[in-house]
């Protein structure tokens, strides 16, 4: 057992119900002079030493550097904290070479290869463009496998369908296309995750897609992997003759062959940032776009051209009313998050992108749906958008990664500050991500972090866009270690070196959950998760002890408990909330069969089950920015 791991079951505060019930806010270092009755202990946290709250360094506007430079790269309080800083950034020089300003964030790379008499032809190798975009392995701003990455390889995979391909054992050409293959070298991957091994021939084989994999098992490799490959063994469509388009210089609007989608800036970024990796020296250009950044910047870059687009909703819908973009050469759509953005309430949006535009129809595209949950609702979405397609689940749809120790305290509101400076003061190591349930309280425990000298800073939709990338970057260079966040950060982002999250506000909806504490335990490494619960979280208990007993992890005597006082007299019980989310094994909404366990595979028997409520869904937003280009709505989060 981990050091941490040792500390944090020191730290278990309670076992059951009969917490205590004294809520007065005692600091540890308080505490512990009162336990020692004396002196107190050696300060733990090393890097504070000495610190008075006033004694912050100012470290100027260091944010450009890409190193961790420790105190001295951190600003004055006022610069990173919570509510009452923002506006205080005044500094422009945050953008480092994985900038963050919109757009084509580098402008025009030198060395697009090209598509020669149906060839492939790369571009020129670019040592500083290469060491920007893969790093080096010693760099901790760069993902690296953990311990258990093998153990991947032992998780039941079901994929059911008509002719389901064979998975892939390596990443090897054919399927694979060669200079993807050098890509992935070059970012350090020696094997595919179970999802790539299957995704890759299903996409090559043309079929349609829906994934489900848990949280940190390489589902954006899932997607851009084969799709990059089929467009660097295909080339560039043609584009029609309606605008005088003239590949790499000024033209009207783009024409992107593929268009992933998904439900956050943030994440749209990433996904971006990855595409940019596996796409270098290729033929396709990407790009991104997404609201709350400069559209016209944005507008500039899709007259430059792009070829794999990655939007958010609001904003591509925005840019589609502008003429600025035509999607009438998608052969790619990967809806990633899916059901999130159906939660967003983003649904609208995409029915307009996929079926209201120019997009070519169900039958001429491939279509990929991925994410690490999928309530039913999601799988009827698929009816439209899908064709004859394949569903893959890499364990459990919906369950959590056993690299992520996952321990639930029992925890009074009142007590919550407390104990949330008990954990963080027991390990300096790593980042650590605290999420809340509101915007507001985002804030106020940013600033209260801050007050105890920790170096914390927040995201959340209030946040400028600006603010949240800052806050972003400064959590993962390390120069504030810790992000307390609202559920805008729980899907989809890949920040190496994140040790631990806490459930400091459990959320409502148990998917939320499982996406939240898949920010640890990623690629392998492992992660511990700690969630506060009280009995205002009985809602959630009952799937919660579901998904702790599926990881098998402790189930604490209190939660069983309170699942059991909760469900009592509710008629039912497990997982059957938020649009009907499946309580078999089976969650293709087409089989009528089985679940098949490892790697077996399973035909499905057709037809589509429409037996899945869709009521109970959470709301998380105003609709209203339909169009706006501002992303759906987040406005509590
Ligand atoms: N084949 C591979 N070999 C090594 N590392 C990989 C491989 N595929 C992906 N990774 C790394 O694993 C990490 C997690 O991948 P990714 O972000 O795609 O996960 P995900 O399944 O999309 O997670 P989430 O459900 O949270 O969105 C990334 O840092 C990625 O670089």
Not at 389 to 395: D, H, K, N, P
């Amino acid at each position: 057992m981990s050091d941490l791991s040792a500390n944090m079951q020191k730290l278990s505060v309670n076992d059951d119900a009969s917490a205590p019930k004294t809520g007065a806010y005692i600091p540890p270092h308080v505490r512990a002079r009162m336990a020692t009755g004396g002196e107190a202990p050696q300060q733990q946290r090393g890097s504070y030493n000495n610190n008075t709250r006033g004694s912050f360094q100012n470290g100027g506007n260091s944010y450009g550097n890409s190193g961790n430079s420790g105190n001295s790269g951190y600003n004055s309080r006022p610069s990173y904290g919570g509510n009452n800083t923002r506006g205080s950034f005044g500094n422009n020089s945050y953008g480092n070479n994985r900038g963050f300003s919109g757009g084509d964030r580098r402008g025009p790379r030198d060395n697009y290869g090209r598509f020669v008499d149906g060839k492939h032809v790369p571009g020129p190798v670019n040592e500083r463009t290469e060491l920007e975009l893969f790093g080096t392995q010693e760099d901790p701003q760069f993902q690296s496998t953990g311990i258990n990455f093998d153990n991947y390889d032992d998780i039941p995979v079901e994929a059911t369908g008509t002719d389901v391909p064979e998975p892939l054992l390596a990443f090897t050409s054919p399927p694979l296309e060669e200079h993807l293959i050098t890509n992935i070298k070059l970012a350090r991957y020696s094997k595919p995750t179970p999802v790539q091994k299957y995704s890759i021939p299903i996409v090559a084989a043309g079929r349609d897609l829906m994934a489900c994999a848990q949280t940190g098992s390489g589902k954006t490799g899932g997607f851009l992997f084969p799709v990059l490959s089929q467009s660097f063994f295909n080339g560039p469509s043609s584009v029609p003759d309606d605008n005088q388009h003239k590949r790499f210089s000024y033209q009207t609007k783009s024409y992107p062959t593929a268009l992933v989608l998904a439900p956050t800036r943030e994440l749209v970024l990433q996904i971006f940032e990855e595409a940019k990796k596996f796409a270098y020296r290729s033929w396709v250009h990407p790009a991104v776009v997404y609201g709350g950044a400069d559209i016209g910047q944005q507008i500039a870059q899709m007259r430059r051209g792009c070829d794999l687009l990655v939007a958010t909703p609001g904003r591509l819908v925005d840019l589609l009313e502008r003429g600025i973009v035509s999607l009438a050469n998608i052969k790619y759509l990967v809806l990633d998050e899916a059901d999130r953005m159906l939660d967003m309430g983003f649904e609208p949006q995409i029915r307009r992108i996929v079926e209201g535009e120019n997009m070519p129809g169900v039958q001429e595209r491939q279509t990929l749906l991925f994410s690490a949950t999928f309530p039913k609702d999601i799988q009827e979405l698929a009816r439209d958008f899908l064709k004859d397609y394949v569903f893959l689940s890499v364990g459990r749809v919906g369950s959590t990664s056993e690299n992520i120790t996952q321990k639930i305290e029992y925890v009074e509101d009142y007590d919550k500050k407390s104990i949330l400076l008990d954990i963080l003061a027991a390990d300096e190591t790593g980042l650590k991500l605290i999420f809340v349930e509101t915007k507001r309280m985002a804030d106020a425990l940013c600033d209260f972090l801050i007050n105890e000298e920790f170096y914390a800073t927040s995201i959340h939709g209030d946040r400028t866009q600006r603010e949240r990338e800052r806050a972003l970057e400064m959590f993962k260079s390390g120069r504030a270690p810790i992000l307390v966040a609202t559920a805008v950060a729980a899907r989809g982002l890949d920040i190496p070196n994140v040790t631990h999250v806490v459930n400091y506000d459990l959320p409502t909806d148990i998917d939320d959950y499982v996406h939240r504490i898949g920010r640890t335990g990623r690629a392998g490494n492992t992660g511990i998760a700690t969630a506060f619960f009280n009995r205002g979280n009985k809602g959630v208990a009952r799937e919660l002890m579901d998904i702790l007993k599926e990881a098998n992890q402790e189930v604490p005597s209190f939660l069983e408990t309170v699942a059991r006082e909760s469900s009592f007299g509710r008629g039912g019980s497990g997982r059957g909330g938020r649009g009907g989310r499946s309580n078999g094994p089976s969650r293709d909404s087409r089989s009528s069969g089985g679940y098949s366990q490892g790697g077996q595979r399973q035909q499905s028997s057709g037809g589509y089950s429409q037996g899945g409520s869709t009521g109970g869904h959470k709301s998380y937003g105003n609709q209203s920015s339909y169009g706006s280009g501002n992303g759906g709505g987040d406005s509590w989060w």
